[in-house]
């Protein structure tokens, strides 16, 4: 069966610290994978989708990055925090267009 | 950027009562579908409707799609109060990839 991995579930960073979220997808390949965040008590706001290794589309220009390694690594990144980055942040998979999504249990995120 | 809106935003019932959750979007889809988030969690996939299905139903739960008013509703039948959760819409474009949530209904369920 396939599983979603996301780490770590919290994070405490100082602003103007490099961030690094991993999120990893086991039991199938070639999957969609999306990088969404959450503001308390709001909607997801996607910032990274990718279709397959390389390709990466970025929904929102910010500090953020992604990069997809492996097929089945997804990675969201930035080189310095901004308080602004807070979050909860969520890591997402699925097997093609007009499938549903798996989700990870996401990562929240505390820029101080 | 987000899809488009649920309403309500907040909806408080007490157990054995319906509940009904509007979302509107705005682009040409695939698909819509229903998520539920209890509180510090990840999404769980609730239910999907193509676009061209009009009603689905699983369970307790029954969705509508509107395609020519670009609208959905969920509706929680013999609510309980385990149900109590956020729900949220998200849509599934028919020119890309992405899949896009609405801002969310927090429903409380009150036994």
């Known amino acids: 069966s396939q599983t979603i991995h996301q780490w770590p579930a919290t994070l405490v960073q100082p602003v103007g610290s490099p961030l690094s979220l991993e999120c990893t997808v086991e039991g199938t390949s070639n999957p969609n994978l999306y990088w969404y965040r959450q503001a308390a008590g709001r909607g997801l706001q996607l910032l990274f989708y990718?279709?397959?290794?390389?390709?990466i589309s970025s929904e929102v220009p910010q500090n953020l990055s992604a990069s997809r390694p492996q097929d089945r690594q997804f990675i969201l990144s930035s080189k310095k925090l901004l308080l602004s980055d807070s979050g909860f942040y969520l890591c997402?998979?699925?097997?093609?267009?007009?499938?549903?999504?798996?989700f990870g249990s996401g990562t929240q995120l505390s820029v101080l | 950027s987000q899809q488009g809106e649920e309403d309500p935003q907040a909806l408080s019932i007490q157990e054995g009562e319906n509940a009904t959750m509007n979302c509107s979007y705005k682009?040409?889809?695939?698909?819509l579908q229903w998520y539920r988030q209890n509180s510090g969690r990840g999404l769980v996939h609730l239910i999907l409707?193509?676009?061209?299905?009009r009603e689905k139903h699983s369970g307790r739960l029954r969705v509508t799609l509107d395609t020519s008013k670009k609208s959905s509703s969920l509706l929680i039948t013999a609510s309980r109060a385990a149900d109590t959760a956020s729900y949220f819409c998200a849509t599934d474009a028919v020119e890309n990839n992405d899949m896009r949530f609405g801002a969310g209904t927090r429903l409380t369920v009150k036994p």
């Open positions: 990718s279709v397959g290794i390389g390709q």
């Open positions: 997402a998979w699925r097997g093609g267009r007009r499938e549903k999504l798996f």
């Open positions: 409707i193509r676009s061209n299905e």
């Open positions: 682009t040409s889809i695939n698909n």
